[in-house]
Nanobody, 122 residues
Framework: VQLQASGGGLVQAGGSLRLSCVASGLIFRATGMSWYRQFPGKERELVARISGAGIISNYEDSLEGRFTISRDNAKNTVYLQINSLKPEDTAIYFC????????????????WGPGTQVTVSS
């Protein structure tokens, strides 16, 4: 399984970015996908996840509204649209494949991409 994220960069506060993650080596339409982010010295934290068919999506509570996850199963690609960017959104954003859920508890999938840096200037 390979995941390749792109779309990060340097943007001014208030701007927007769309991150993309192309997946290969898996049955994409059957695989739940997630975006995580990691701040320096911190553990990765969930941003959003989306089910294989794209019907169900979840967001970290404080991020819903500015972040939108979507997917195009014909292109094996999951997206993360980020609007109204803030300096505190500066982080490395990672794509994750294959999350699972058991008794209502979600766990990250076993596959990670290398991440894409998002830097927001004030």
């Amino acid at each position: 399984v390979q995941l390749q994220a792109s779309g990060g960069g340097l943007v001014q506060a208030g701007g927007s970015l769309r991150l993309s993650c192309v997946a290969s080596g898996l049955i994409f339409r059957a695989t739940g996908m997630s975006w995580y982010r990691q701040f320096p010295g911190k553990e990765r934290e969930l941003v959003a996840r989306i089910s294989g068919a794209g019907i169900i999506s979840n967001y970290e509570d404080s991020l819903e509204g500015r972040f939108t996850i979507s997917r195009d199963n014909a292109k094996n690609t999951v997206y993360l649209q980020i609007n109204s960017l803030k300096p505190e959104d500066t982080a490395i954003y990672f794509c994750n494949a294959g999350y699972s859920v058991h008794l209502g508890v979600y766990s990250a999938g076993p596959y990670w991409g290398p991440g894409t840096q998002v830097t927001v200037s004030s």
